[in-house]
């Protein structure tokens, strides 16, 4: 069965450690609520092991001890909100996350115009995603490693 999946970029607030030294487990991640951030959910694949220890140390790099959003977890690592995933997901779940999401790629955050926006009258938005611009029937963000 082919699942239907929707793309859209998320701000990346930090990672949950894997059990693998050095490598993440989750990446934690934001879209647009407002004037500030929201919380969307974990994405725990679409990386190889080698990837995620790049991750990792790139993210350490910008760690903090501040979140950019009320959350808590198991032994999280918030970093500043200065980078983008690009996701592939299939849906929202009732509770407002993304439901099976998976790496794509990761970009410096530029501004806000492309994150993902959630409504303000509804936390979850159905059926609508931000897409990667397409020229020539090519993307023209960097879909996979990472570029920042």
């Given at each position: 069965?082919?699942?239907?999946?929707?793309?859209a970029s998320?701000?990346?607030?930090?990672?949950?450690?894997?059990?693998?030294?050095?490598?993440?487990?989750?990446?934690?991640?934001?879209?647009?609520?407002?004037?500030?951030?929201?919380?969307?959910?974990?994405?725990?694949?679409?990386?190889?092991?080698?990837?995620?220890?790049?991750?990792?140390?790139?993210?350490?790099?910008?760690?903090?001890?501040?979140?950019?959003?009320?959350?808590?977890?198991?032994?999280?690592?918030?970093?500043?909100?200065?980078?983008?995933?690009?996701?592939?997901?299939?849906?929202?779940?009732?509770?407002?996350?993304?439901?099976?999401?998976?790496?794509?790629?990761?970009?410096?955050?530029?501004?806000?115009?492309?994150?993902?926006?959630?409504?303000?009258?509804?936390h979850i938005?159905?059926?609508?995603?931000?897409?990667?611009?397409?020229?020539?029937?090519?993307?023209?963000?960097?879909?996979?490693?990472?570029?920042?």
């Amino acid at each position: 069965m082919n699942k239907c999946k929707r793309r859209a970029s998320f701000v990346i607030l930090g990672f949950e450690p894997s059990i693998v030294p050095g490598t993440i487990g989750r990446l934690l991640l934001a879209a647009r609520k407002g004037e500030g951030l929201g919380y969307v959910g974990g994405c725990g694949t679409g990386w190889t092991e080698d990837l995620s220890r790049e991750l990792r140390q790139l993210l350490e790099g910008i760690a903090t001890k501040t979140p950019a959003v009320d959350l808590k977890g198991r032994g999280p690592v918030f970093t500043e909100p200065l980078l983008v995933a690009e996701i592939a997901y299939s849906a929202w779940t009732e509770d407002g996350k993304l439901r099976h999401p998976s790496l794509k790629g990761i970009r410096e955050r530029a501004d806000d115009a492309t994150i993902y926006e959630l409504n303000s009258s509804a936390h979850i938005q159905r059926g609508h995603s931000v897409h990667v611009s397409r020229q020539r029937g090519r993307p023209t963000e960097e879909a996979s490693g990472v570029t920042a």
